[in-house]
């Protein structure tokens, strides 16, 4: 199994411009988040989901949207880059709430 | 919102040492999780802790959820260099679907 798959590994946008972060698991997992990761800093939630057509705000939603329109997929939306949204990103699944996350192995996103 | 403060931020040790983190919060909790982070990649499960108390371990790590369930421990013995990396606590309660983690500590072994 691939578990959690994240793509791209590493991207570059200028100010203003729209991306679309690709996460897809194939565990079956209902529950999905994105979180961000500033250097140094712990991990802050940005959406979750728990499960197809479902999506919540987390601890930072500011400046993306996400979609849930398939169990495997949850990609996240940036639609105007901020410099503050220089970061990593990452993607995770579980299957019982707030339980045992696996995690994907992070998109680098500079925002210049 | 709920916010768990991680301690050390940093440790910089000799292969062999024992090594000794923590984790506390203002709000009760009713799971602990211990995750690690390898350069480059995503946090993995470590440790799961259910109860109050339980103390739990995997190896040469350790970790115990407070009997007051605002804190947790995690120990990890007889350190060696593939122990590098950021160690990251998260808390779980039965309001949410989400975790709350700590900011991490950042664990450097010298061999």
């Known amino acids: 199994n691939a578990g959690v798959t994240q793509t791209p590994k590493f991207r570059i946008l200028k100010i203003g411009q729209s991306m679309t972060l690709q996460c897809t698991q194939d565990m079956n997992h209902n529950y999905m988040y994105w979180y961000r990761q500033d250097p140094g800093m712990g991990l802050k939630l940005i959406y979750y989901?728990?499960?197809?057509?479902?999506?919540d705000k987390g601890e930072v939603p500011n400046g993306y949207n996400v979609s849930r329109s398939t169990t495997e997929d949850f990609p996240l939306r940036l639609e105007l880059a901020a410099p503050s949204q220089t970061s990593v990103y990452f993607c995770?699944?579980?299957?019982?709430?707030?339980?045992?996350?696996?995690f994907g192995s992070g998109t680098q996103l500079s925002v210049l | 919102g709920q916010q768990l403060n991680q301690s050390p931020q940093s440790m910089f040790i000799q292969e062999g040492e024992d090594v000794s983190m923590n984790c506390t919060s203002s709000s009760i909790f009713n799971t602990w999780l211990w995750y690690k982070q390898d350069p480059g990649e995503g946090p993995v499960l470590l440790i799961a802790l259910y109860k109050a108390g339980e103390l739990t371990s995997n190896g040469r790590l350790t970790a115990q959820f407070g009997i007051t369930r605002k804190d947790s421990f995690l120990n990890i013995s007889a350190s060696i260099p593939s122990d590098v990396g950021i160690y990251f606590c998260?808390?779980?309660?039965?309001?949410?679907?989400?975790?709350?983690f700590g900011g991490g500590t950042r664990l450097m072994v010298k061999p």
């Open positions: 995770a699944s579980s299957g019982l709430a707030a339980e045992k996350l696996f």
């Open positions: 989901s728990v499960g197809a057509g479902i999506t």
């Open positions: 998260a808390g779980a309660n039965n309001a949410g679907n989400m975790l709350t």
